[in-house]
């Protein structure tokens, strides 16, 4: 895997293989644990599979490593964003604890995400709620295809703006609720 190999000197991706692969033996499988922003979550791929964790999962399976993995990854999450979770979220704490390999991928947001002055995020996110309302109408008239691509190509970017988006996409129906 380009990724881990671009990472290692000579000599460490081989150590490090072979002891994930007594770990797995030993385990039965390994628990991957994959945090960060939406690459971490492999926002735009198709499937879940398709992503960042996925293909790390895929390499491992082709090392003959079986992979157990969790993605937490956050679109719109920045580095002070993981930070506070790491510290506060005792879901992730125990996730880390139990994991064999944690992989991080953040940063992104930290150098794309405006500024925002208040009135500027209040009427961000006044149009994002009415994003969401759009998206539910879409759904309720049956037309799911249409709904899935504004999704995608709306409310996902308005998500990713105000850094609010979580990994389940429930935030939609807390905000629709308020």
Do not use: C
């Amino acid at each position: 895997m380009p990724y881990l190999e671009m990472m290692s000197q000579p000599g460490e991706m081989t150590s490090m293989l072979m002891e994930l692969r007594k770990r797995e033996l030993k385990q039965g499988q390994l628990a991957l644990l994959v945090l960060g922003d939406s690459v971490a979550l492999g926002q735009g791929s198709q499937k879940e599979t398709e992503g960042y964790a996925g293909s790390i999962a895929r390499y491992f399976e082709k090392q003959h490593i079986h992979v157990q993995y969790k993605n937490r990854g956050i679109a719109g999450l920045t580095s002070a964003n993981l930070l506070q979770l790491l510290k506060e979220n005792r879901g992730w704490q125990a996730d880390i604890r139990q994991a064999d390999l944690v992989l991080i991928s953040v940063g992104g947001n930290d150098i794309l995400q405006p500024i925002f002055s208040r009135e500027q995020f209040q009427e961000t996110f006044q149009l994002l709620k009415e994003s969401y309302q759009a998206y539910e109408d879409m759904l309720r008239m049956g037309h799911v295809d249409q709904a899935a691509n504004y999704y995608a190509q709306v409310i996902n970017r308005l998500e990713n703006t105000l850094a609010i988006a979580d990994a389940s996409d429930n935030f939609h129906k807390q905000v629709l609720n308020d």
